[in-house]
Protein backbone atom coordinates (compact mmCIF):
# COMPACT_ATOMS: atom_id res chain seq x y z
CA UNK A 1 0.00 0.00 0.00
CA UNK A 2 1.83 3.17 -1.25
CA UNK A 3 -0.42 5.81 -0.84
CA UNK A 4 0.22 9.43 0.25
CA UNK A 5 -2.27 10.58 2.99
CA UNK A 6 -4.37 13.75 3.79
CA UNK A 7 -4.07 13.19 6.95
CA UNK A 8 -5.86 16.24 8.50
CA UNK A 9 -8.66 15.65 6.38
CA UNK A 10 -8.61 12.01 6.69
CA UNK A 11 -9.12 12.85 10.23
CA UNK A 12 -11.49 15.38 10.15
CA UNK A 13 -13.80 14.17 7.40
CA UNK A 14 -13.63 10.36 7.62
CA UNK A 15 -14.13 9.71 11.02
CA UNK A 16 -16.65 7.12 11.32
CA UNK A 17 -14.02 4.76 10.13
CA UNK A 18 -12.71 4.58 13.26
CA UNK A 19 -15.65 5.36 15.04
CA UNK A 20 -17.44 2.21 13.81
CA UNK A 21 -14.18 0.18 14.69
CA UNK A 22 -15.23 0.50 18.32
CA UNK A 23 -17.39 -2.25 17.71
CA UNK A 24 -14.72 -4.52 16.18
CA UNK A 25 -12.50 -4.04 19.67
CA UNK A 26 -15.25 -5.78 21.30
CA UNK A 27 -14.20 -9.52 19.76
CA UNK A 28 -10.79 -8.83 21.13
CA UNK A 29 -11.24 -11.41 24.40
CA UNK A 30 -8.19 -10.59 26.44
CA UNK A 31 -7.43 -9.90 29.55
CA UNK A 32 -6.10 -5.77 30.92
CA UNK A 33 -2.79 -6.00 30.63
CA UNK A 34 -2.98 -8.19 27.48
CA UNK A 35 -0.83 -6.71 24.64
CA UNK A 36 -2.27 -5.45 21.38
CA UNK A 37 -0.86 -5.20 17.92
CA UNK A 38 -3.17 -2.49 15.96
CA UNK A 39 -2.04 -3.22 12.16
CA UNK A 40 -2.74 -0.42 10.34
CA UNK A 41 -2.87 1.95 12.68
CA UNK A 42 -3.70 5.30 10.45
CA UNK A 43 -3.97 8.36 12.59
CA UNK A 44 -3.92 6.34 16.02
CA UNK A 45 -7.49 6.81 17.16
CA UNK A 46 -8.56 3.05 17.43
CA UNK A 47 -5.08 2.51 19.33
CA UNK A 48 -6.22 4.70 21.84
CA UNK A 49 -9.05 3.13 22.43
CA UNK A 50 -7.58 -0.19 22.87
CA UNK A 51 -5.32 1.62 25.46
CA UNK A 52 -8.32 2.94 27.00
CA UNK A 53 -9.32 -0.39 27.26
CA UNK A 54 -6.33 -1.70 29.25
CA UNK A 55 -4.43 -3.45 27.02
CA UNK A 56 -0.71 -2.61 26.29
CA UNK A 57 -0.49 -1.49 23.05
CA UNK A 58 1.80 -0.80 20.15
CA UNK A 59 0.13 0.66 17.00
CA UNK A 60 2.31 -0.51 13.28
CA UNK A 61 1.25 1.80 9.52
CA UNK A 62 3.39 2.43 6.55
CA UNK A 63 1.94 6.04 6.22
CA UNK A 64 4.45 8.80 7.44
CA UNK A 65 1.79 11.01 7.51
CA UNK A 66 -0.70 9.26 9.28
CA UNK A 67 1.91 8.44 12.02
CA UNK A 68 3.22 11.64 12.53
CA UNK A 69 -0.63 12.42 13.80
CA UNK A 70 -0.77 9.58 15.83
CA UNK A 71 2.73 10.55 17.52
CA UNK A 72 1.57 13.92 17.58
CA UNK A 73 -2.18 13.02 19.22
CA UNK A 74 -1.13 9.86 21.74
CA UNK A 75 3.09 11.16 22.57
CA UNK A 76 2.89 7.84 24.89
CA UNK A 77 2.32 5.23 22.81
CA UNK A 78 4.51 3.37 20.64
CA UNK A 79 4.12 3.28 16.96
CA UNK A 80 6.39 0.92 14.44
CA UNK A 81 6.20 2.71 10.91
CA UNK A 82 6.48 -0.17 8.88
CA UNK A 83 4.61 -2.53 6.31
CA UNK A 84 1.40 -4.84 7.42
CA UNK A 85 3.02 -7.16 4.59
CA UNK A 86 6.51 -7.22 5.63
CA UNK A 87 7.12 -6.76 9.40
CA UNK A 88 8.41 -8.58 12.43
CA UNK A 89 7.96 -7.65 16.15
CA UNK A 90 10.34 -8.17 18.75
CA UNK A 91 8.22 -10.05 21.39
CA UNK A 92 5.15 -12.01 20.37
CA UNK A 93 1.60 -10.37 21.34
CA UNK A 94 -1.88 -11.72 22.45
CA UNK A 95 -3.53 -9.89 20.29
CA UNK A 96 -3.28 -8.85 16.35
CA UNK A 97 -6.63 -6.01 15.94
CA UNK A 98 -6.80 -4.44 12.22
CA UNK A 99 -9.70 -2.12 11.28
CA UNK A 100 -10.25 -1.31 7.65
CA UNK A 101 -6.83 -2.13 6.20
CA UNK A 102 -6.63 -5.17 4.47
CA UNK A 103 -8.80 -4.26 1.18
CA UNK A 104 -5.76 -1.96 0.57
CA UNK A 105 -3.70 -5.55 0.10
CA UNK A 106 -3.44 -6.96 -3.29
CA UNK A 107 -4.49 -10.77 -2.82
CA UNK A 108 -1.05 -12.04 -3.66
CA UNK A 109 0.05 -10.31 -0.92
CA UNK A 110 -2.71 -11.35 2.04
CA UNK A 111 -0.61 -14.97 2.53
CA UNK A 112 2.83 -12.50 3.59
CA UNK A 113 0.74 -9.98 6.07
CA UNK A 114 -1.00 -13.62 7.57
CA UNK A 115 2.55 -14.76 7.97
CA UNK A 116 3.55 -11.85 9.38
CA UNK A 117 0.52 -11.56 11.65
CA UNK A 118 1.52 -15.55 12.70
CA UNK A 119 4.78 -15.03 13.64
CA UNK A 120 3.88 -11.98 15.68
CA UNK A 121 1.35 -13.50 17.72
CA UNK A 122 1.80 -15.96 20.56
CA UNK A 123 0.21 -19.46 20.34
CA UNK A 124 -3.45 -19.41 20.57
CA UNK A 125 -3.52 -15.52 20.20
CA UNK A 126 -5.86 -13.79 18.29
CA UNK A 127 -6.68 -12.21 14.97
CA UNK A 128 -9.68 -9.72 15.13
CA UNK A 129 -10.19 -7.25 12.36
CA UNK A 130 -12.87 -5.86 9.80
CA UNK A 131 -12.62 -5.10 6.48
CA UNK A 132 -14.71 -4.43 3.17
CA UNK A 133 -15.94 -7.22 2.40
CA UNK A 134 -17.18 -8.86 -1.47
CA UNK A 135 -19.72 -6.36 -2.82
CA UNK A 136 -18.00 -3.68 -1.14
CA UNK A 137 -19.05 -0.32 -2.50
CA UNK A 138 -19.87 -2.33 -5.53
CA UNK A 139 -22.02 1.22 -6.41
CA UNK A 140 -19.84 3.20 -6.25
CA UNK A 141 -17.43 1.02 -8.22
CA UNK A 142 -19.12 0.29 -10.73
CA UNK A 143 -20.75 3.85 -11.98
CA UNK A 144 -17.02 5.02 -11.98
CA UNK A 145 -15.65 2.01 -14.50
CA UNK A 146 -18.97 3.20 -16.37
CA UNK A 147 -17.83 6.49 -16.96
CA UNK A 148 -14.05 5.50 -17.51
CA UNK A 149 -14.99 3.46 -19.82
CA UNK A 150 -16.91 6.78 -21.38
CA UNK A 151 -13.85 8.40 -21.21
CA UNK A 152 -11.61 5.00 -23.39
CA UNK A 153 -9.92 4.28 -20.34
CA UNK A 154 -9.88 1.18 -18.39
CA UNK A 155 -10.76 1.01 -14.39
CA UNK A 156 -8.49 -0.99 -12.51
CA UNK A 157 -9.69 -1.77 -9.55
CA UNK A 158 -7.68 -0.99 -6.79
CA UNK A 159 -8.82 -2.74 -3.97
CA UNK A 160 -9.67 -6.64 -2.35
CA UNK A 161 -13.35 -7.46 -0.96
CA UNK A 162 -13.17 -11.14 -0.69
CA UNK A 163 -15.88 -13.21 0.69
CA UNK A 164 -16.21 -15.36 3.71
CA UNK A 165 -15.39 -18.13 2.23
CA UNK A 166 -12.32 -16.82 0.09
CA UNK A 167 -10.78 -15.27 3.20
CA UNK A 168 -11.51 -17.99 6.03
CA UNK A 169 -9.32 -20.49 3.22
CA UNK A 170 -6.63 -17.83 3.31
CA UNK A 171 -6.44 -17.67 6.76
CA UNK A 172 -6.27 -21.90 7.71
CA UNK A 173 -3.75 -21.99 4.75
CA UNK A 174 -1.62 -19.58 7.25
CA UNK A 175 -2.40 -21.64 10.13
CA UNK A 176 -5.53 -19.97 11.87
CA UNK A 177 -8.78 -21.85 13.08
CA UNK A 178 -11.65 -19.35 12.10
CA UNK A 179 -13.41 -18.78 14.80
CA UNK A 180 -16.55 -16.03 14.04
CA UNK A 181 -16.94 -14.61 10.85
CA UNK A 182 -19.87 -12.05 9.63
CA UNK A 183 -20.54 -10.25 6.00
CA UNK A 184 -22.76 -7.43 6.50
CA UNK A 185 -24.23 -4.34 4.50
CA UNK A 186 -23.25 -1.00 6.47
CA UNK A 187 -24.89 1.83 4.19
CA UNK A 188 -22.16 5.00 5.92
CA UNK A 189 -23.23 8.76 5.71
CA UNK A 190 -20.26 11.19 4.47
CA UNK A 191 -20.33 14.65 5.53
CA UNK A 192 -21.36 17.37 3.53
CA UNK A 193 -23.14 18.05 0.02
CA UNK A 194 -19.93 16.93 -1.51
CA UNK A 195 -19.55 13.60 0.16
CA UNK A 196 -19.09 11.91 -2.39
CA UNK A 197 -16.52 13.51 -4.61
CA UNK A 198 -14.64 13.78 -1.27
CA UNK A 199 -15.01 10.34 -0.60
CA UNK A 200 -13.69 9.49 -4.20
CA UNK A 201 -10.81 12.25 -4.13
CA UNK A 202 -9.74 10.50 -0.88
CA UNK A 203 -9.63 6.84 -0.98
CA UNK A 204 -9.61 6.20 -5.24
CA UNK A 205 -6.37 7.22 -6.30
CA UNK A 206 -4.39 5.07 -8.23
CA UNK A 207 -7.06 4.00 -11.17
CA UNK A 208 -6.67 8.05 -11.88
CA UNK A 209 -3.24 7.54 -12.86
CA UNK A 210 -3.58 6.82 -16.05
CA UNK A 211 -5.82 9.81 -17.20
CA UNK A 212 -3.08 13.11 -17.75
CA UNK A 213 -5.42 15.78 -17.96
CA UNK A 214 -6.54 17.19 -14.08
CA UNK A 215 -9.44 18.47 -15.88
CA UNK A 216 -10.91 15.13 -17.25
CA UNK A 217 -10.23 13.45 -13.89
CA UNK A 218 -11.86 16.44 -12.54
CA UNK A 219 -14.74 15.33 -15.00
CA UNK A 220 -14.89 11.94 -14.40
CA UNK A 221 -15.13 12.30 -10.64
CA UNK A 222 -18.26 14.81 -10.99
CA UNK A 223 -20.07 12.52 -14.12
CA UNK A 224 -19.56 9.68 -11.51
CA UNK A 225 -21.26 11.59 -8.56
CA UNK A 226 -23.91 12.79 -10.74
CA UNK A 227 -24.36 8.80 -11.73
CA UNK A 228 -24.46 7.82 -8.30
CA UNK A 229 -26.53 10.61 -7.29
CA UNK A 230 -29.70 8.23 -7.83
CA UNK A 231 -29.06 5.83 -5.44
CA UNK A 232 -26.77 6.95 -3.15
CA UNK A 233 -27.77 10.93 -2.22
CA UNK A 234 -30.96 9.92 -0.08
CA UNK A 235 -33.28 13.03 1.76
CA UNK A 236 -30.33 15.32 1.50
CA UNK A 237 -27.33 13.09 2.61
CA UNK A 238 -24.50 10.89 0.23
CA UNK A 239 -23.87 7.61 1.56
CA UNK A 240 -21.23 4.70 0.82
CA UNK A 241 -22.65 1.32 -0.26
CA UNK A 242 -20.17 -0.12 2.33
CA UNK A 243 -20.02 -3.49 3.19
CA UNK A 244 -17.85 -5.34 5.73
CA UNK A 245 -16.21 -8.63 6.67
CA UNK A 246 -15.58 -9.15 10.18
CA UNK A 247 -13.66 -12.09 11.47
CA UNK A 248 -11.72 -13.49 14.27
CA UNK A 249 -9.16 -16.12 14.19
CA UNK A 250 -6.81 -18.18 16.43
CA UNK A 251 -3.44 -18.83 15.93
CA UNK A 252 -3.13 -23.06 15.79
C1 LIG B 1 -13.50 0.58 3.29
O1 LIG B 1 -13.27 0.90 4.45
O2 LIG B 1 -14.23 -0.37 3.01
C2 LIG B 1 -12.85 1.31 2.17
C3 LIG B 1 -12.44 2.61 2.36
C4 LIG B 1 -11.83 3.25 1.33
C5 LIG B 1 -11.62 2.63 0.13
C6 LIG B 1 -12.05 1.34 -0.04
C7 LIG B 1 -12.67 0.67 0.98
Redesign the pocket.
Known amino acids: MNITWDAEKYTSDFSF?HRYGNDVTELIDAEAGSTVLDLGCGNGALTKVLQDKGYTVKGLDASRELLDVARKDYPETEFIKADAVNFTLSEPVDVVFSN?VF?WIDKEKQPDMMKCVYNALKKNGQFVFE??GHG??RLIHSALSGVFREHGFCYKMP?YFPTIGEYASLLESAGFQVKYALLFDRPTELKGENGMKDWIKM??KTPFTVIESKGEREEIINQTVEKLRSGLFINGKWYAD?V?IRMKAVRA
Open positions: VAHFGNNFFVYR
